[in-house]
């Protein structure tokens, strides 16, 4: 699936023509833009399988950055947390001011790389929300709700899923793997 793919589903589901290109100067597909990105966030967010990697934090101007991440799974010590998009070392009260190895990461994947089953739940959940921001509560809105659920349960019986705990592994797959 494509962007343009995605935004003409969603264009569809509120009953407009589809269109040829993601111009963003138009202002209903900048609109667009804005739900997909949070959509698109919302679900890499959690960390798969395919955007969840092992990185060394490195330190910028004294500091131990992360805002490059979707979200920080395990920082490998229980003190430490992210505070202003920083390692914040809870014991010591002060942010961390050397690197971190073997840190689990939500990593951003570009479009083209991401799971189709997870391309179509993040464009049916656009839709959903362009429905309800377009149109308000309408009956659409209820089969796009209900697509989604579908999708979101294809997607994440495929791949598996950290809950925040770098385990690695989903409800639908803990019970099956050793």
Do not use: C
């Not at 962007?3 to 138009?26: F, Y």
């Not at 959690?46 to 990185?55: P, S």
């Not at 950055?65 to 390692?87: E, F, M, S």
């Not at 690197?99 to 089953?117: G, K, L, R, S, Y």
């Amino acid at each position: 699936m494509t962007k343009l793919e995605a935004l003409n589903l969603a264009l569809r589901a509120i009953g407009q023509s589809a269109v040829a290109s993601v111009d963003t100067n138009d202002p209903d597909v900048a609109e667009w833009q804005n739900v997909f990105d949070t959509a698109e966030r919302d679900i890499l967010g959690a960390g798969y399988d395919f955007n969840t990697e092992t990185v060394t934090l490195s330190v910028v101007s004294g500091k131990v950055p992360v805002g490059q991440y979707l979200r920080i799974v395990d920082l490998g010590n229980t003190d430490l947390t992210v505070r202003n998009n920083k390692v914040y070392n809870r014991a010591t009260g002060a942010f961390v001011t050397t690197a971190i190895p073997n840190v689990q990461a939500v990593v951003d994947v570009d479009w083209e790389d991401i799971p189709h089953e997870f391309q179509m739940w993040i464009a049916t959940r656009t839709a959903l929300h362009y429905i309800l921001l377009i149109k308000g509560p309408v009956a659409e809105a209820s089969y796009y709700q209900s697509l989604e659920a579908q999708r979101q349960g294809r997607a994440e019986a495929l791949y598996s899923y950290d809950y925040g705990n770098g385990s690695g592994i989903n409800k639908l797959t803990s019970k099956y793997r050793s």
